[in-house]
Nanobody
Framework: VQLQASGGGLVQAGGSLRLSCSAS????????MGWFRQAPGKEREFVAA????????YYADSVKGRFTVSRDNVKNMVYLQMNSLKPEDTAVYYC???????????????WGQGTQVTVSS
């Protein structure tokens, strides 16, 4: 099982970035996929998730209305569109996958490598 995240970078406050995550090695047709982030000195936290079949979405309160999670079932890809970025969004962002939303929000079983997002003020 491999999750590969990409798309991080440096952006000014108010700007946008789109993260991508490719999934391979197994069928994720019944899995939730999403994103966590970890800022320096802080714990890793849930950001957003999307169900694979129905497309239901879930967000942390801190990103609601600014971030959009989506998926492409054919390409086995998950995306995180981040708009109106703030300096406090600066973190390493991790792609993740899990079978249940409860576990997905807590600590998923499958993780990708992180991609750095830096938002300058």
């Amino acid at each position: 099982v491999q999750l590969q995240a990409s798309g991080g970078g440096l952006v000014q406050a108010g700007g946008s970035l789109r993260l991508s995550c490719s999934a391979s090695g197994r069928t994720f047709s019944s899995y939730y996929m999403g994103w966590f982030r970890q800022a320096p000195g802080k714990e890793r936290e849930f950001v957003a998730a999307v169900s694979w079949r129905v497309g239901s979405t879930y967000y942390a309160d801190s990103v609601k209305g600014r971030f959009t999670v989506s998926r492409d079932n054919v390409k086995n890809m998950v995306y995180l569109q981040m708009n109106s970025l703030k300096p406090e969004d600066t973190a390493v962002y991790y792609c993740a996958a899990e079978a249940s939303i409860a576990t997905m929000r807590a600590w998923p079983s499958y993780w990708g490598q992180g991609t750095q997002v830096t938002v300058s003020s």
